[in-house]
């Protein structure tokens, strides 16, 4: 499956975005997607992961209660709601596919990034 994730930009602390991440492939609706994000210096951060049909969610400490992790199979689409942004959260986000097992961080295809800066 390939992947193209959207809706980055700028945004003042405690603001909110919502990014977009565009799949392709007909088998979209079977995946376990997910959400990552790096920072500058630092190693890629698990956020969030959504089973087949959206029923089933996992959040990482650090943005859970902040963001949402959504899915529309009709669109091939899963979203990242975030809410109260910090400066902290300055990152390129990732979207990615199909991890080898539920809770598993080992994502078989990635997307390219969007970019993500929360100002003070």
């Known amino acids: 499956v390939q992947l193209q994730a959207s809706g980055g930009g700028l945004v003042q602390a405690g603001g909110s975005l919502r990014l977009s991440c565009a799949a392709s492939?007909?088998?979209?609706?079977?995946?376990?997607m997910g959400w990552f994000r790096q920072a500058p210096g630092k190693g890629r951060e698990f956020l969030a992961s959504?089973?087949?049909?959206?029923?089933?969610?996992d959040y990482a400490d650090s943005v859970k209660g902040r963001f949402t992790i959504s899915r529309d199979n009709a669109k091939s689409t899963i979203y990242l709601q975030m809410n109260n942004l910090k400066p902290e959260d300055t990152a390129i986000y990732y979207c990615?596919?199909?991890?080898?097992?539920?809770?598993?961080?080992?994502?078989?295809?990635w997307g390219h990034g969007t970019q993500v800066t929360v100002s003070s």
């Open positions: 492939g007909r088998t979209f609706g079977v995946y376990v």
């Open positions: 959504i089973n087949w049909s959206g029923g089933r969610t």
């Open positions: 990615a596919a199909e991890p080898s097992a539920w809770g598993m961080t080992d994502f078989r295809s």
